[in-house]
């Protein structure tokens, strides 16, 4: 069956469909990493979004639950060079088409990915419409002119959990945890957990909640919209601000609570959509990249020792290092490619960030000591 990818540009590009029947629209990004395309598929940060791979070759080693980085997909459709329908992998349970499928994902595959790519790089991310339906372009067109944008929209509403819940390493939906579900944490697993961490929950993945977790905190995950008074009536040692799809500017409502949290004294430590959040409640601003970062091949500096890390990324916005009052905070990593923000401490509070993913899943672990840090804030506090 075919498939067609219109971009807003007039771009068109014509492949072989699989997983669901449909039609979807999303901002059109790639990434650039070799493995992990589970991790990607999962990753709730990608809401609202159609996913290029820039690795010719997805799905030779399947799917299974225990590399799921949140309950279910959300992203709007992913887009593949070539498809491998054969898999080998013992960890298996099931290929990308049945997974689609499952899961309501539309995919395409056989288009030329590298023109794709280039073109994102030079015209910058693109709205496009993905479809193995309808294939005629000017009702594509239409359609896709009518689909909400990027910009502006609260896409964490979609991805949140509804409750509070408490976490353990079978929600992770694995059946038996093997050792390769830790994803090679760099510490032992402690067997008590000491510390009692509330995060929120603006599209968590699972491997933050497992470096979390290793390390001997307690998780309690709240929806994004639940007030201050309610995390700090949970008493918690820390408070954790997660990652998450889209703009940050709409979601007032967590800049206000992260902003009464900030004088609580109470460590804090976002990652991601977290970071730009403490940079808004800081009195930031922030901004969209031209096609934003994603894959696992970012270098960054960490500002206080002018070491290199490699690190894993997923965001389209960032915070404007300008905007925040320099008594407020000091930066602590930047991007080497484009001397972008990538992480900040507050002077005035306890909290820190990183626009990056220092828990990898897909991506390299040289950051994992920033989890480290949040440990030593919380033992540092009750000293």
């Given at each position: 069956m075919t498939a067609i990818l219109l971009l807003e540009d007039g771009s068109i590009f014509r492949g072989r469909a699989l997983g669901a029947s449909g039609v979807a629209t999303g901002e059109v990004v790639f990434n650039t990493s070799l493995t992990g395309y589970q991790e990607i598929i999962t990753d709730p940060s990608y809401c609202g979004q159609i996913v290029t791979m820039t690795n010719p070759?997805?799905?030779?080693?399947?799917?299974?639950?225990?590399?799921?980085?949140?309950?279910?997909?959300?992203?709007?459709?992913?887009?593949?060079?070539?498809?491998?329908p054969i898999v080998s992998n013992y960890r298996s349970e099931l290929d990308i088409d049945r997974y689609f499928q499952d899961h309501n994902i539309i995919g395409i595959e056989r288009i030329d990915?590298?023109?794709?790519?280039?073109?994102?790089r030079i015209k910058g991310s693109l709205h496009g419409i993905i479809s193995s339906e309808e294939q005629t372009v000017k009702k594509l067109k239409t359609m896709l002119a009518d689909a909400p944008r990027l910009v502006g929209r609260d896409l964490v509403r979609e991805v949140t959990c509804s409750e509070?819940?408490?976490?353990?390493?079978?929600?992770?939906?694995?059946?038996?945890?093997?050792?390769s579900a830790l994803h090679y944490t760099d510490r032992p697993i402690l067997s008590e957990?000491?510390?009692s961490v509330v995060c929120i929950d603006c599209g968590i993945k699972h491997n933050i909640l497992r470096g979390l977790y290793n390390r001997g905190c307690r998780l309690t995950i709240v929806p994004a919209n639940t007030p201050a008074h309610e995390?700090?009536?949970?008493?918690?040692?820390?408070?954790?601000?997660?990652?998450?799809p889209g703009d940050p500017e709409p979601l007032q409502y967590?800049?206000?609570?992260?902003?009464?949290?900030?004088?609580?004294?109470?460590?804090?430590?976002?990652?991601?959509?977290?970071?730009q959040m403490l940079g808004l409640a800081l009195g930031g601003r922030s901004y969209k990249l031209r096609f934003g970062h994603h894959g696992g091949n970012q270098p960054v500096m960490r500002l206080t020792t002018k070491t290199v890390e490699i690190t894993a990324q997923n965001h389209g916005f960032n915070i404007d290092p300008e905007s925040i009052p320099k008594e407020l905070y000091s930066a602590t990593h930047i991007n080497l490619n484009d001397k972008t923000l990538e992480g900040i401490a507050c002077t005035q509070h306890n909290a820190f960030s990183v626009q990056y993913h220092p828990e990898s899943a897909p991506g390299p672990h040289d950051s994992r000591y920033l989890f480290d840090e949040f440990i030593r804030r919380m033992e540092t506090r009750h000293a």
């Open positions: 070759e997805i799905g030779n080693y399947g799917i299974n639950r225990e590399d799921n980085e949140s309950r279910k997909p959300f992203l709007s459709g992913f887009v593949m060079r070539e498809y491998s990915t590298r023109r794709l790519t280039k073109l994102l509070p819940y408490e976490w353990m390493p079978q929600h992770d939906s694995a059946t038996t945890l093997h050792a957990q000491k510390y995390i700090t009536a949970l008493n918690p040692d820390g408070i954790f601000l997660s990652n998450g967590i800049i206000e609570t992260v902003k009464t949290l900030l004088t609580t004294g109470i460590p804090l430590f976002g990652i991601c959509l977290g970071h």
